[in-house]
């Protein structure tokens, strides 16, 4: 029995996957991370709002680029951001007329701050991660009042309500006006003394510290939701102070809140992954197809003489060269140039018929088939060398050939013919056919 290895597939392969290798960057570089915020202001000083709520305020925004302190855990972030809003406060009182009061000013802001994300505690990929951060940074502002109408007419604050064009108590008659809310007036600029702060300098340093949430979206891109509480160094961000001579405020300096919607963007840092082109497919495969045992330079697969001695020349199916074809290999041949057809023993020198039976009956194994073949073909050889026989006249036709042998195959022919009546023969005269042919 032959057995034929069969080589099958269970599905389609994707070359072009092969010729690509997707490693882990085992040493990213982290790349500044760029944020937008929005979110609004409230004002924390002498002037008092009447309602104080941290998501109702004046608007500002923020630009912000952080990068990680501590590369890849990003538990500590560092903060370098610009602010710029406003804030105001409007304060009334009916008992104390001088406690009407009101400002504006637009803020600018430069800082820094350090953020920690409690990654001791959670993991860097949870959709959410608390933060809280403490900075400094570098405040500018320029407060000014509302304290007169588009005509100039100054706004005289009443004990009933009203504003009017002239001081309470002062004979004649009054207008009443109402406020436009223009913040046009330079407070430290009044020609009166009724602050009495004069021209102060209008920077100051201040200390933020913020609470929040981080929402992950992507690897790449996150939002969070915080509120950051900045402590000024300063007393006269509403120009009231506690130095002041009619009017003034208490002890402590004035601070302000930022409540924000911050988006972040990744944009630069390397990716966790990289994909590599190949020049070749990197893939495993099976070394039984791919397996050169002998070291022939023919695989084993392909090989149909597996185990040849290192170092033989070999042909395209991995069989030792045999010259004169008497089946031993040259290597061993001893006879190099054996006649065709003539019998050999294994060391591939001619012997007699004799000799060769001989050497059959000695076996002690089967012959092989290629050994079966040989000997087949020499008999076959031989016999027809030894035909001298003449054809007879009447099937000198079937010798088709014309080599003055009628052949087996010739013989088939004939047969053939005659039983589709194409040959002019009878029965006794095929049997005479069939008879000569075993008599040649």
């Not at 059959?360 to 076959?380: F, G, K, Q, W």
Request: aromatic share 14%; with cysteine.
């Amino acid at each position: 029995m032959i057995m034929v290895p069969v080589l099958s597939t269970g599905q389609e392969i994707d070359y072009d996957s092969l010729l690509q290798r997707i490693d882990t960057v085992e040493n990213p570089v982290y790349k500044p991370v760029v944020s937008l915020s929005y979110g609004v202001l409230n004002f924390r000083g002498d002037v008092k709002n009447n309602l104080i709520t941290p998501v109702i305020g004046n608007q500002a925004v923020m630009l912000n680029v952080a990068t990680s302190i501590d590369r890849k855990e990003h538990n500590f972030v560092a903060n370098f951001n610009f602010l710029a809003g406003k804030f105001s406060a409007n304060q009334y009182s009916y008992s104390d007329l001088s406690q009407n009061l009101n400002f504006e000013t637009s803020i600018y802001s430069i800082g820094m701050n350090v953020e920690y994300r409690f990654g001791h505690l959670i993991e860097k990929s949870s959709f959410i991660r608390p933060y809280v951060s403490f900075g400094i940074e570098s405040v500018n502002f320029s407060s000014k009042g509302d304290l007169s109408n588009a005509s100039g007419l100054t706004y005289n604050y009443w004990s009933d309500g009203t504003i009017r064009d002239q001081p309470e108590g002062m004979i004649g008659p009054s207008n009443i006006l109402y406020r436009d809310y223009e913040y046009e007036t330079d407070l430290r600029l009044r020609e009166d003394t009724e602050f009495g702060l004069g021209s102060y300098n209008q920077r100051s340093i201040a200390f933020p510290a913020g609470v929040g949430l981080h929402f992950l979206i992507s690897p790449r891109a996150y939002f969070s939701l915080g509120l950051s509480y900045h402590y000024t160094l300063t007393d006269y961000l509403d120009n009231v102070a506690y130095e002041g001579t009619s009017i003034q405020g208490a002890k402590g300096n004035d601070s302000y809140v930022y409540s924000h919607l911050t988006l972040h963007f990744d944009l630069f840092s390397d990716p966790a992954t990289r994909t590599v082109d190949l020049l070749f497919a990197d893939a495993e495969f099976d070394p039984l197809f791919f397996d050169d045992e002998d070291g022939d330079f023919v695989l084993d697969v392909s090989d149909r003489c597996p185990g040849t001695p290192y170092g033989v020349e070999v042909d395209s199916l991995g069989c030792p060269l045999d010259g004169d074809e008497d089946g031993v290999p040259d290597f061993r041949d001893q006879e190099l140039e054996t006649t065709s057809g003539a019998w050999v023993d294994d060391d591939g020198v001619t012997v007699t018929e004799e000799d060769f039976y001989a050497s059959i009956e000695s076996r002690n194994h089967a012959m092989p088939r290629e050994e079966v073949e040989i000997y087949l073909a020499t008999i076959m050889s031989e016999y027809k060398m030894g035909a001298s026989r003449p054809i007879p006249e009447a099937f000198k036709l079937l010798d088709e050939d014309g080599n003055g042998y009628i052949s087996f195959d010739e013989l088939l022919v004939a047969i053939d013919l005659y039983f589709d009546f194409k040959l002019d023969l009878g029965i006794v005269e095929v049997r005479e056919l069939n008879d000569f042919f075993f008599s040649q």
